[in-house]
């Protein structure tokens, strides 16, 4: 059972500990380095890391935006792994679940001094992982999850050139729908695709 909603399990329980780190984060944000709280429209997820918040004051929540991510980058990197077993050609099966395993590191390190680094290897593991998922699906009749993959890649796409052109305030938004579309794109392949789906629907 635990393995079956494995990957449900992490997800929750990383939101949660995300959740709970940002209404325990001092303050102070890109906009206002003396702002009080977490703002999620102008706050970054990686400020949560940090020992010392932006406003300067020790940083209660960085413990649990660790474990959170933590959490997060297993819960994707299974999700990868199980995916691989439902493709029907042995390259993809190979390619996603090497994504799967050395991902959960990348993604792991984010929280790191090494963040932008990490972001970088980790979001592209991700989009590759996607991509490969996204081909196989529009050769099934999964029509929903065809659109989904289709509009989740666009903004992850998006969202990374936000981040390569500096465009700080409309990522810090965009950041969390990001974030948020790509972790239900995850549970619905994860719990509403099989095996079968993939290959009887091939073409």
Request: charged fraction near 15%.
């Amino acid at each position: 059972m635990i393995k079956k909603y494995s990957v449900l399990i992490c997800i929750i329980i990383s939101v949660i500990l995300l959740v709970i780190a940002s209404l325990v984060y001092p303050g102070g944000s890109l906009h206002d380095k003396n702002s009080i709280g977490f703002d999620w429209s102008k706050n970054f997820i990686s400020n949560l890391f940090a020992a010392t918040a932006i406003n300067g004051s020790d940083n209660p929540s960085r413990i649990l935006a660790i474990l959170g991510i933590a959490f997060h980058a297993v819960g994707d990197g299974v999700f990868f792994i199980h995916t691989s077993k439902k493709m029907p050609e042995r390259q993809a099966t190979n390619v996603l679940k090497y994504i799967g395993v050395t991902n959960i590191v990348f993604t792991f390190l984010i929280a790191t001094p090494l963040h932008d680094i990490m972001v970088i290897i980790s979001s592209t593991l991700t989009l590759m992982g996607l991509f490969y998922i996204t081909v196989f699906i529009l050769m099934t009749k999964l029509h929903l999850f065809k659109f989904s993959c289709i509009i989740c890649l666009l903004i992850f796409y998006y969202t990374l050139y936000l981040y390569g052109s500096g465009n700080w305030g409309l990522l810090a938004i965009m950041q969390k729908v990001s974030f948020i579309l790509s972790m239900l794109l995850v549970l619905g392949i994860e719990y509403f695709t099989s095996q079968e789906d993939f290959k009887r629907e091939k073409r």
